[in-house]
């Protein structure tokens, strides 16, 4: 398994093209199994997930090309994948495809809208807690959909096809909400979707799913009305920019000290996580097609956060702000109220020197003048991306074992980094 070793304490100076979003793409290619008409998707991230859901639709039978690079694209520019549904030959994903991604689930949503049945294995995913799928499953049966548990599959069936309905979520989840809304495109009438997600990755669904010819009004607010459509149509979606990947580059800079411009993203995409920034003493300026952060000369201040569904401070920023607050000046509680067991980095950091202490779902953090470089473990994907942001700080070589998480949800981290100033790389192992 690759390793990668950092040597701290270098500040990062210039610019970070920031990749299209992990967590928008996965939906949107799954979105491809609505139609038999040709799905083209533009700046898709080159991740592992990506080419794990590329098998789990190709077992389906969805043919994809990915167009060449035009000349002088970096490999930063993101690809473009063609996606085409015409000849679904299975409408079962097994589970050793499964098993690694939890978004991989999400595929049972257009295979029953589309085709009337799907068998699909239980998800996994980063271990942060123990991630049920009730709620999408109670989406889907308001639907029509009779579902049965069986030899850990969820197996899903309608006989004369979805009908609208009104789906309540009693709790905001992201993935429920694009369960819902993929089912209900293609279902007879109208569906409501209450205390809908409002991430922007939702809106991101609705926008393409409105390109592919579904009506969709509210994306973006909690309630969510879909008129149902016999058909759909191929479309061309550019993926939007990845809030996570801009967070995470963003703090990095915070915790270095430097002065770098982040590309191709936009502050609406995270205006909570950015004005946390601005409080602990980072510079945070908007710009048309970016944002650049800098941070000279002052310290860190320490700052409290609780983590909450979009617009609040995203769960999957919690960790990379926690590897800041170890440096900050005074003591930082960081609440998670997402997930309820997503502190696994803070063994981790404590390799460092951090001085962190767990009260329930509060992460207590004083501040220490000093990190030093060790060997640590990357247990999920944000976490070991706070292990970066912490190993870029610390003095000496930090090593992190166990990189495939980071490959999951990051593009070209070492490249990128390199490129503003880190000693970083990484040793095929
Ligand atoms: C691929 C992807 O986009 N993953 C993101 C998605 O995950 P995901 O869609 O899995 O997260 P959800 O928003 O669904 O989860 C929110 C909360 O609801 C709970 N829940 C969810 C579904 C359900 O059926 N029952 C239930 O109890 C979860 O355990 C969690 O406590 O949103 C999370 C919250 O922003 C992010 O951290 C993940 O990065
Ligand atoms: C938790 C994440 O991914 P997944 O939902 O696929 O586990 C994430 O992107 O931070």
Redesign the pocket.
């Known amino acids: 398994m690759d390793r990668i070793h950092i040597v701290g304490g270098k500040p990062l100076h210039g610019i970070i093209p920031i990749s299209g979003a ?3 793409a ?2 949107l290619m799954i979105a491809s199994l609505l139609t038999g008409e040709t799905l083209e998707l533009s700046n898709v991230p080159r991740l592992a ?1 990506v080419a794990s859901l590329l098998r789990i639709l190709g077992n389906h039978g969805v043919d994809h090309m990915v167009v060449g690079k035009r000349p002088g694209q970096t490999t930063e520019a993101g690809q473009t994948i063609r996606l085409t549904a015409s000849n679904v030959i299975d409408t079962t994903a097994p589970y050793d495809l499964v098993s690694t ?3 991989s689930f999400w595929v049972i949503a257009p295979l029953l809208a589309r085709f009337g049945e799907a068998r699909v294995s239980l ?1 996994g ?2 271990a ?11 989406a889907l049966e308001t639907l029509g959909a009779t579902i049965e548990i069986d030899g850990g599959y969820a197996v899903a069936r309608t006989k004369n096809g979805l009908r609208g309905g009104e789906i309540k979520f009693p ?8 369960v819902a809304l993929m089912a209900a495109v293609l279902a007879h009438g109208t569906t409501v979707i209450e205390n809908a ?1 409002r ?1 922007p ?1 939702v809106v991101d669904l609705a926008a393409c799913l409105s390109r592919m010819g579904a009506r969709i009004e509210g994306a973006g607010t909690p309630r969510i009305e879909i008129e149902g459509v016999s058909r759909l149509s191929g479309a061309r979606h550019a993926v939007l920019p990845d809030r ?1 990947e801009t967070g995470t580059y963003a703090m990095a800079v915070a915790m270095t000290g430097g002065d770098v411009t982040l590309e191709n993203t936009r502050a609406d995409l995270l205006h909570s996580a950015l004005d946390i920034l601005a409080t602990t003493g980072t510079e945070v300026t908007p710009l048309d097609d970016g944002i650049r952060v800098r941070r000279n000369g002052h310290g860190i201040a320490a700052v409290d956060i609780t983590t909450d ?2 617009p609040g401070f ?3 920023l919690q960790a990379q702000f926690m590897a800041l607050m170890t440096r900050a000046k005074g003591q930082s509680r960081i609440r998670e109220t ?3 067991n ?1 502190f696994m980095h803070v063994q981790e950091l404590a390799r460092l020197g951090a001085k962190i202490r767990l009260e329930g779902d509060v992460a207590v953090v004083e501040g220490v003048e000093r990190l030093k470089g060790a060997p640590v473990m990357a247990t999920d ?2 976490a070991s991306v706070s292990l970066v942001i912490a190993g870029l700080a610390a003095e000496g070589e930090t090593q992190i074992n166990r990189v495939y998480h980071l490959d999951r949800g990051f593009e070209a981290l070492e490249a990128k980094l390199v490129r503003c100033g880190a000693e970083i790389r990484r040793e095929r192992v």
Do not use: S
């Open positions: 992990k967590n928008a996965l939906p997930d991604m939890r978004a998800p995913g980063c942060i807690g123990t991630r049920p799928v009730d709620l999408l499953l109670m709790k905001v989840t992201v993935g429920g909400t694009h997600a991430e990755e996570i569904p979009f995203p769960t999957d997402i997930f309820e997503r994907l944000r």
